[in-house]
Nanobody, 130 residues
């Protein structure tokens, strides 16, 4: 079993930056279960949208076109934490952001579908004003 607890988020003006954190308990990212991590977001009345993902390697990352060049996903295995650094925020980035992890992930696979993931954080609100 894995538990994910998120922090960060808030209300900012367009062009500002935020850093979201997602701390894991239970099995660690370096366990034999080979976890991949992802970030998703969901605005009211819309489907959950892929944002960013890591493979089993901490340095391999993949991003949605809407955030590429502005957002960065990273992992700190020593602290069992994954981060999402969000720069140059836009009003269309306003959403509840969720971190997620997939158990027994493939080494070379980026997982971009919400149904791929096994465990989810509680969500963090990000609001960007015009």
């Amino acid at each position: 079993q894995v538990q994910l607890v998120q922090s960060g988020g808030g209300l900012v003006q367009a062009g500002a930056s935020l850093r979201l954190s997602c701390a894991a308990s239970g099995r660690t990212f370096s366990s034999r279960y080979n976890y991949a991590m992802g970030w998703f977001r969901q605005a009211p009345g819309k489907e959950r949208e892929f944002v960013a993902a890591t493979r089993r390697s901490d340095i391999a990352t993949y991003y949605a076109d809407s955030v590429s060049g502005r957002f960065t996903i990273s992992r700190d295995n020593a602290q069992n934490t994954v981060y999402l650094q969000m720069n140059t925020l836009k009003p269309e980035d306003t959403a509840v952001y969720y971190c997620a992890t997939k158990d027994r992930a493939g080494l070379y696979t980026y997982y971009t579908l919400s149904n791929d993931y096994d465990y989810w954080g509680q969500g963090t609100q990000v609001t960007v004003s015009s």
